[in-house]
């Protein structure tokens, strides 16, 4: 990714509520995240990536274990799920943010439960 898009998908990014950096989840939030991460209809995570107590552990994207140690830049975190084909133009995994599959509250909570992994 040249610098102008990563230029312009963190000037994104900050108007779309990436928020909590600092701030510790709540347990509401680490369930709220599992449930988006591990329901069909949400995020689905499950269907292509292998995580601690994934019930239809997938094997497409890497495994999600020490995710904080793989990404712990919440920023970078939120763009990958936000839409990764900014960063990598040859990915299959969807650009739930910017296809509003998941609002930016929904991403925030999938990073807090993903955080925990």
Do not use: W
């Amino acid at each position: 990714m040249n610098l102008r898009a990563s230029m312009l998908g963190l000037s994104l990014l900050a108007g779309l509520g990436v928020a909590g950096v600092g701030q510790a989840a709540t347990p509401a939030q680490i369930a709220a995240g599992q449930k988006i991460a591990e329901t069909t209809t949400l995020g689905n995570c499950d269907a292509c990536h292998m995580f601690t107590g994934a019930t239809e552990a997938g094997n497409v994207g890497p495994a999600l274990q020490n995710v904080k140690s793989m990404v712990p830049n919440r920023k970078e975190f939120y763009a990958i799920i936000y839409d990764e084909e900014a960063r990598n133009p040859q990915t299959v995994m969807p650009a739930f943010g910017k296809n509003h599959i998941l609002s930016p509250e929904q991403i925030n909570d999938v990073i807090d439960f993903m955080y925990t992994k």
